[in-house]
């Protein structure tokens, strides 16, 4: 089928329309059109692709299993852990899809009414959303990162041995750590710890704040916890700066210019 008025916008533009019943139905069928074949008719992550991908039994093509509706669990939120996403929160990985999992595509060319009507229907596949609706928590606060210096780097790396992530992430941030193989997610299945080498492995975004947002509310889940309780946010920073340093490619001298015109964009 067709879609029109296409703005493959990340971020929403305009307010999310009133939910009615007809957006809700619009949302379902539009679920049944791009999402069923993942996400399955009873929207709980067993959809053919899924089935159908271990058929010869030598493992499922997909690297992990897609999300299961019903159980209302989300890795990526603005919210801490243990809570449900924000309407936004689904919005932008709708459009922005989970590049790093390499099977949740981007539907930005989708009309922001047809992924707003999709949300709306996700809504109504789990009773947690009426439930837990009184109870939301707002989204965390993430305030302005600091200019990476050798200093901030280095702390990070303190940081990143005192939490353990090596166990899981390894020491370069590969994801080759000595537990990687024993890990699993809440449905029992092998999930591998990121690459951080890897700029598009970061689900959440792959900017200072993105990254800073992960070690703030974890992946519901997954093993990847939130550092909330343990680490105050200039640990935080450290850590984000350390694990960026990590990636394939990194010079600090022009992480330094690419944050300098970030900050001076934003200002001006």
Request: with cysteine.
């Amino acid at each position: 089928f067709k879609y029109a008025s296409t703005t493959h916008n990340i971020e929403p533009v305009g307010d999310s329309p009133p939910v009615t019943q007809g957006l809700i139905n619009y949302g379902q069928w539009t679920y049944r059109g791009l999402c069923i074949g993942c996400h399955g008719r009873e929207a709980d992550g067993n959809g053919a692709v899924w089935e159908l991908s271990d058929k010869w039994g030598q493992g499922h093509a997909l690297p992990r299993k897609p999300r299961d509706f019903t159980a209302a669990v989300f890795k990526v939120r603005s919210t801490p852990s243990g809570s449900l996403p924000t309407d936004r929160d689904l919005f932008m990985a709708i459009s922005r899809g989970l590049v790093a999992d390499q099977d949740m595509p981007a539907f930005k060319f989708l009309p922001e009414r047809d992924r707003w009507a999709v949300i709306s229907y996700i809504k109504t596949l789990s009773p947690v959303w009426v439930e837990e609706a009184e109870y939301q928590d707002d989204p965390i606060e993430v305030g302005d990162p600091p200019m990476p210096t050798d200093e901030l780097v280095a702390a990070g790396k303190d940081v990143y041995h005192e939490m353990k992530c090596a166990k899981c992430h390894g020491e370069k941030g590969k994801g080759d750590g000595p537990s990687a193989p024993e890990l699993e997610d809440d449905n029992g299945l092998s999930i591998k710890p990121r690459d951080f080498s890897d700029a598009s492995q970061f689900v959440a975004g792959n900017s200072p704040r993105g990254v800073y947002q992960t070690f703030t509310t974890g992946f519901d889940g997954t093993p990847m916890p939130s550092f909330a309780d343990f680490l105050d946010e200039d640990q935080r920073w450290q850590l984000v700066w350390y694990v960026m340093s990590l990636r394939n490619g990194w010079d600090l001298e022009k992480a330094q210019e690419a944050f300098s015109a970030e900050q001076q964009a934003s200002s001006s």
